[in-house]
């Protein structure tokens, strides 16, 4: 027998089998994010540094642009981090 639970006026069955993380579950996966994010980009060349922030601001410009003319913010998001990623590598081999 399983139970149900109400909520917002909806009827679903209740899971037995739940997955939580403890908070210093959590703290410790987000320490060992920024610590990842933060040594992986120490041995960068510039190109590959501007790379990677065009990237990362492309592809948030395109999350939200797809998201606000009303098409997939994951495509845009890809969309704009390849293009993002291409012309920071361009623009920094410009530069030297």
Known sequence: MSSFTKS???????????FRISINGRK?????????ALTGCANMT????SALSGGAIGAAGG???????GGSPAVGAAVGG???AAA????SQNEQ
């Open 88 to 91: 920071g590598a361009l623009l």
């Open 82 to 84: 390849a293009a993002g």
């Open 28 to 36: 410790a996966c987000l320490f060992a994010l920024c610590l990842t």
């Open 63 to 69: 999350a939200v642009m797809g998201a606000v003319v």
């Open 8 to 18: 917002r006026g909806l009827v679903r069955p209740q899971s037995s089998i739940t």
């Open 46 to 49: 510039p190109t590959q540094q």
